[in-house]
């Protein structure tokens, strides 16, 4: 019965979270009278449809476009936390881009798999190639940028490695690099939980949420949504990538001929930070990698945090030299 009430309570709380307006930010005021354009484009590769999203603002007609590939248990909803000025598809949106979002097949709101080992790393890269060239036929435009976090900087990654032809700048937002220890996961699909979806975010010793990091509300929402699109269980398949020994490299990054950004916090604790402060003796020229001291995996959506990462990926977007870009001489202040 308690876990009952526990669970009512919750579900109010959000149901009352959901419904509150965006909070505008003393500090970082957002612009009045901006609404947004949402607009779904059929897609289908293999026989699956999969879900693909264009948001821009109403009225505009943005000559670039950036595609965002979500990671290996929760779909492109995330990058999408409606409040205040957390939304990274309304940040670039205002700065002049169509934004694109895409679900690898099995998650979110794409059609489900029969067999969650099915979208594996190759697979997804598959499907972001096919959203890409879709982007390309409906905007007209010859190149777009591509964004992947987490496990989708593996796929992003390797999809910009052996299709590159219509990639401008390529993003890997807490990028994993190799494997992340030898687990051998052998359920097709994943549980999703609500204590799951939470997990990224800071937590003070005693467990308890840092909340000079992330905002409640942000917390809840993003829950909330985790729940609402991705419901109890999600493909499995990259997880199973993810999951080998940390010498194992998953993104061959030799391969990548795109300028790159590598981009993430310093305290994530999926990441390989060896590797990260030698990306670029691998990359091509133009990448750059920037490291946001204190933040961890959810960068994008922590409060002390994330306007730092929408400027230095607008940077890089934009084409602007970053002042001071990291190389490994600059790792030891992190470790």
Not at 22 to 51: F, K, M, N, S, V
Not at 75 to 90: A, G, K, P, Q
Not at 266 to 277: A, G, I, K, Q
Request: aromatic share 10%; hydrophobic share 40%; with cysteine.
């Amino acid at each position: 019965m308690k876990k009952c009430i526990t669970a009512w309570l919750l579900i109010v709380l959000l149901a009352c979270v959901a419904v509150m307006p965006a909070q505008a930010d003393p500090e970082g005021a957002l612009p009045d009278g901006i609404t947004y354009a949402y607009a779904e484009y059929p897609l289908e590769r293999a026989g699956i449809a999969l879900h693909l999203d264009r948001v821009c603002v109403e009225g505009a007609e943005p000559d670039r476009n950036i595609l965002l590939i979500h990671g290996v248990t929760y779909s492109s909803h995330e990058f999408d936390v409606d409040y205040e000025d957390y939304s990274l598809v309304r940040f670039l949106a205002r700065s002049g881009y169509a934004v694109w979002r895409l679900d690898i097949a099995g998650f979110g709101r794409s059609e489900e798999v029969e067999d969650g080992f099915l979208p594996d790393s190759d697979y997804a890269a598959e499907d972001i190639r096919a959203a890409v060239e879709k982007i390309c036929e409906v905007s007209g435009q010859e190149k777009i940028d591509l964004l992947g976090w987490s496990w989708g900087t593996v796929t992003a990654g390797r999809c910009a490695s052996r299709y590159p032809e219509h990639i401008g700048k390529l993003v890997l937002y807490a990028p994993i690099l190799s494997g992340i220890g030898a687990y051998e996961v052998t359920e097709p699909f994943h549980h999703n939980t609500w204590e799951h979806a939470a997990d990224d975010f800071q937590r003070k010793e005693d467990g308890t949420f840092d909340y000079a990091i992330v905002d409640p509300a942000v917390v809840e929402m993003l829950c909330s949504s985790s729940w609402h699109y991705d419901r109890e269980s999600s493909p499995n398949g990259g997880r199973r990538d993810l999951c080998v020994e940390e010498s194992q490299v998953l993104i061959d990054l030799e391969k990548i001929t795109v300028p790159t950004l590598v981009i993430c916090g310093s305290r994530d604790p999926y990441l390989n930070y060896e590797r990260v402060f030698t990306v670029l003796d691998s990359l091509p020229e133009g990448s750059a990698l920037e490291v946001i001291d204190g933040a961890s995996h959810v960068a994008y959506i922590e409060k002390p945090y994330h306007r730092d990462f929408q400027e230095r990926l607008l940077s890089f977007l934009d084409g602007n030299a970053a002042e001071d870009i990291l190389t490994a001489k600059g790792a030891d202040q992190f470790f």
